[in-house]
């Protein structure tokens, strides 16, 4: 389905203070530079709106959160949702200081986050690409394995939840025959698995899913040396 190009996206999202520009000047220096503080870093790739990402970042204060979307017409909804609480609190600072956005492909993130900078990687519904020529756009593609692995911290984890059986087959799949990854989790029905599920924050689609009775598959992934 083609994206709807909102015109205003663009200015709004270059006078959020919420959305990082330039984000490459900042590699190696995320904890310093933006948030002052030692705190992990945690970012989510293809954030959507938002729903999922602003709940962990306020319940979480002593994490660091970065939403990644590549979209600005989907990020601008998360602005916006920010930009309204604020405004109800009658505020023009940042109501939730340790989470900030950037609007980039992910395909440049070990251009914009150095070796050991990246705590945690959450991947939630993402584009399934379902061509096989496109296998290597998808997000946890053994290409995309191996940009995490540039940035993420010795123990780092990843995280990937989908409603797509096909692309979650994928996902096992290339984890299975990975030299570097193994799966330490994997589950086909999380909402009735009450160990996974323990904790669980839903995003957007998956209150939609859920409630047609969509299984949602999760697995975590870690580095087989961790």
Not at 139 to 149: H, I, M, Q, V
Not at 150 to 174: A, C, H, M
Not at 180 to 194: E, F, S, V
């Amino acid at each position: 389905m083609r994206l709807r190009n909102i015109p205003r996206a663009e200015s709004v999202l270059a006078d959020s203070e919420m959305v990082v520009k330039n984000e490459r000047l900042h590699r190696g220096g995320w904890k310093e530079n933006i948030f002052h503080n030692d705190h992990p870093l945690h970012i989510e790739v293809g954030m959507g709106k938002g729903q999922f990402i602003l709940t962990l970042a306020k319940e979480n204060p002593d994490i660091n959160y970065i939403g990644i979307e590549r979209y600005s017409s989907v990020l601008l909804r998360a602005v916006e949702k920010i930009d309204a609480d604020a405004a109800e609190v009658d505020t023009s600072e940042a109501t939730i200081p340790n989470l900030r956005f950037i609007c980039m492909d992910a395909a440049d993130l070990p251009e914009v986050f150095a070796e050991n900078e990246v705590d945690k990687i959450y991947l939630n519904f993402s584009d399934p690409w379902p061509k096989a020529r496109h296998a290597k756009r998808r997000l946890t593609s053994a290409e995309f394995f191996a940009r995490y692995d540039k940035i993420l911290t010795p123990n780092g984890s990843v995280e990937f939840k989908t409603d797509n059986r096909d692309l979650f087959d994928f996902s096992t799949e290339q984890l299975e025959t990975s030299e570097t990854w193994k799966m330490i989790g994997c589950t086909y029905d999380l909402h009735h698995d009450p160990s996974m599920n323990e904790g669980n924050i839903m995003t957007e689609y998956e209150e939609k899913f859920s409630s047609m009775d969509h299984p949602i598959n999760k697995l975590i992934a870690v580095r087989k040396s961790s």
